[in-house]
Each structure stands twice: as C-alpha cells, then as structure tokens.
C-alpha cells in the first residue's frame, strides 16, 4: 500500500505560469555609447564622465616594462651577484635571513619586470637566470632561509649563473 504522501508521477504536465514578455529598451538612434551620453547630458556631466575616465586610467597600474636591453643586462647582472653572495653565504653567519629576504625582493622584481617582454623570454640569459632564481627560491621557500643549499643543487645554480653570464656578454 502506497502512502499518501508519496509523490507519484503524472501524466499531464503542470501549467507553468506564462511570463511576460519584456520590451527592450531603446538607446537614442546614436553610433557609439559615448555619443549617447554627450548628447543625452550637460557639460557639466560629460565633464565628470571625462573625468572618472582619466582618473581610472591614472590608477590601473601599467606593466613594468624593459627601458633598454642595457638596463636589462645591468639589472640581470646584479641578480647574478645577489645570488652568488647568498648562496655562498655561511648558515652561521647572522646576515643570511635578511640577504635571503633582500634577494627574494630583488628577484620578485626582475621577474615581474622581465617575464612579459615577448622579445627575452628566448634568450638563453633570461632562461638561466630564470630558473636558477626558481631554484633558490624554491629551496628558501620550502627550507627557510638559514637552511643550507645542498652542494649538488648549489652547482647546478653557479653553473647556470656562469652560462648566463656568458650570454649576457654575448647579448643573448
């Protein structure tokens, strides 16, 4: 026996209720929504639209872009020497938190900077340092920063930082 409250299918379909159609609004016959506005408002109006543009422009911040190939072999060339005097650092010494903190800045910013030119994401420096700076990071990040470089991984970073060298020298 099947219990009153049991919902059964039904063969007919429940009326759903019938919704009214909804009239589109119509712009003034214009060509472009900025000629809308300049028509439909006062100076005053369009002088604050004007206005609200150039200040959201001002703000959005723009993408850090590459002055020069100089400022980019200059700017690569003191990563290099920052990686080097931190990996040689002694884990004794007192002043490797803060050099692991200073390179971490210094390598978050030459990333930024350089990771969006299309014209040195194939140069054989920028492939380099890119990963070497992967490298330290990584090892920071998962050891902390007092935490020794093992010799093999050490290696394999001066070894890159000497090849991208050379390619900076060679302008690759």
């Not at 990686?83 to 978050?108: C, F, G, H, Y």
């Not at 093992?150 to 900076?168: F, G, N, S, Y």
């Amino acid at each position: 026996m099947a219990s009153p409250t049991l919902i059964t299918p039904t063969t007919t379909k429940p009326k759903s209720p019938s919704l009214s159609p909804t009239k589109p609004k119509l712009l003034p016959p214009t060509t472009t929504a900025t000629t809308a506005i300049a028509a439909s408002s006062s100076p005053q109006s369009q002088r604050r639209h004007f206005l609200s543009l150039a200040a959201a422009a001002l703000i959005l911040p723009t993408p850090a872009r590459a002055e020069s190939d100089e400022d980019y072999v200059k700017e690569s060339e003191e990563v290099i020497g920052k990686i080097r005097t931190t990996i040689n650092m002694d884990k004794a010494d007192p002043n490797v938190a803060t050099a692991v903190a200073e390179l971490r800045e210094a390598s978050n910013a030459w990333v930024a900077k350089y990771r969006r030119e299309k014209a040195l994401l194939g140069r054989a420096s920028f492939r380099d340092i890119y990963s070497a700076l992967n490298a330290v990071s990584g090892h920071y990040i998962s050891f902390g920063p007092t935490a020794p470089i093992p010799a093999k991984r050490k290696a394999r970073i001066l070894e890159e930082m000497d090849t991208a060298e050379k390619a900076l020298l060679r302008g690759r």
